[in-house]
């Protein structure tokens, strides 16, 4: 099992967010180690997507980040993704009037020409419908297509570490399954993840450790080996 | 591995029945305002004009999304520093209009770095306010402007001993420059550059989240769109030999939007399809009268509610109904 000791791949200390004067974030510390699949879970409104864009400087923060060790804080979000902190956002964020091929070549947008067609194999392979629909638009996807195209847009940034927001929202259960198994198999690649999601069942098969979040607050943070049943989870949820 | 094929994003050129009959279209047009010449002539060279002026604020608002009612400012430092640099210092025209090309990109470096922070409304207002100071500046600054009087005597277009004097030759000119402003519009809307502006425009976040620096590429079709508009001013001043604060005012801004937005704002060709159509259509509905511009406001009006991605886009609406058509699938 991973271990804190270790040099985390991504550190969160004390980090803090707010929309105008109301506290979203309250002082959050968290970490993943490298080759590590986190989950965070929580009720609506708990302060996960704010956590994520915080992490990711979408939205002001105070606290501080260190990524492979280095001190990260000031950096924008064009920066972190520069050094692989990826993240596919909630709702998607692909670019609904371009092609799935340009969407892809976007997610590599920091890659030299040379490494693109590599990349776009993996992908392919990954999500071999993606290969099918190269030149459709976007936007006129089902939704389990367009999640796989989200991730596999992230994935062609070669991310150290993919961040994913609620990626099995407003799909099937098979879609979402068939789309979070994907991840296991990233992660056992040693691709460090950090997810959030709510449909708890799905992400703590995959997850070896979960913080859960409650009212802009971490309340629990524990190895998913230790959770027995959900009932564990369920008197964090309502703290 | 993946081939070349499925890594390049650039779109091969298609010649179906609908591009081959705006082609057609066009061709058409221009051998009929050659034939009948006179006033024609003359609304074609300002149509291919403001052509290249919607072209580069095509990249501002089309392809990165951005609000700006500030480019006939550029077009003003465009069309006043040909006039100047020609009629004061007998500078050639093409290098009269390539330094002034020069001032307004770097004008708009400097006014956009600190501009372009805003967003939304507040960037609209800011960039307004940029094209109310110029003219301003235009009509005060007299020793340098001649204010209201304006500058007259201006030199036509012309490299060294040869001068373009002849108006369809003119027109010639005009449109061959303005094809190749749309030449390098379409090579860099299917660029990497392209893509990154088309991503900023679909969310800023999600550009951001892939490493696109939001910034710098705003400031960059800030300034490309500036070049095409000082290009633009400076081919007015060599095309009418005259230009006074009027001409780069209000009525510019309210006319380059018009166009932009009935040709189609975001895609390649629209901005010059809507420039000759908007240029043409008050010619086609002075028979009306008195009631011109009221059949000028409906038709625009009728053109936006029936097509409101613009002109250029009616055609993709066939294709794609086209491609609906059970038969047709694969």
Sequence with gaps: ?239 | MTSPAITSTRPTIKFDRISVILWIGAAVLFAGVFAYGGYLITVMQLAMIYGVFCIGLNFFMGYTGQASFGQNAFAAIGGYGTAILCVQYNMEPVLALVTSMVVAGVAALVVGYPTLRLRGHYLAMATFALGLITYDISVQWTSLTQGYMGYAGIPPLGIGSYTIEDERMKLVCLTVLALIGLWISQRLRNSRFGRALRAISGSEPGAAALGIKISRYKLIAFVIAALYASASGSLFAHTVGFISPEVFGLHMVVVTFTMLYVGGVGTIAGPLVGAIVASLLPEIVRSTGRFQDVAYAAILLLMLIFAPKGLYAVGDLFRSRKVDKPETRA
Excluded: W
């Design chain 1, 1 to 239: 099992m991973t271990t804190a000791s270790a040099t985390p791949l991504i550190a969160v200390s004390e980090l803090a967010a707010r929309y105008g004067h109301i506290h979203a974030l309250h002082p959050t510390s968290l970490y993943v180690a490298p080759g590590e699949f986190v989950t965070i879970l929580g009720p609506n409104g708990a302060g996960k997507t704010t956590l994520l864009r915080a992490i990711t400087r979408l939205i002001a923060s105070s606290g501080h980040i260190t990524f492979n060790g280095r001190d990260v804080t000031g950096l924008k979000t064009h920066q972190l993704a520069e050094l692989g902190i990826i993240m596919a956002p909630e709702g998607r964020g692909l670019f609904g009037d371009m092609t799935v091929r340009e969407n892809l070549v976007l997610g590599a947008f920091k890659a030299k020409p040379g490494e693109l067609s590599g990349r776009l194999d993996k992908v392919f392979t990954l999500f071999p419908r993606l290969h099918e629909r190269l030149d459709q638009i976007a936007s006129s996807m089902s939704g389990g297509e367009q999640q796989m195209l989200a991730v596999g847009r992230a994935l062609m940034a070669d991310p150290k570490l993919l961040i994913l927001d609620e990626p099995s929202l407003g799909l099937a259960p098979r879609v979402a399954s068939e789309i979070l198994s994907t991840l296991g198999l990233l992660n056992k690649e040693g691709l460090g993840i950090l997810l959030v999601e709510q449909k708890a069942p799905l992400a703590l098969k995959l997850a070896q450790r979960v913080y859960i979040l409650s009212s802009g607050s971490i309340q629990a943070e524990l190895p998913t080996n230790q959770i027995k049943s959900y009932h564990d989870l369920a008197r964090y949820y309502f703290h």
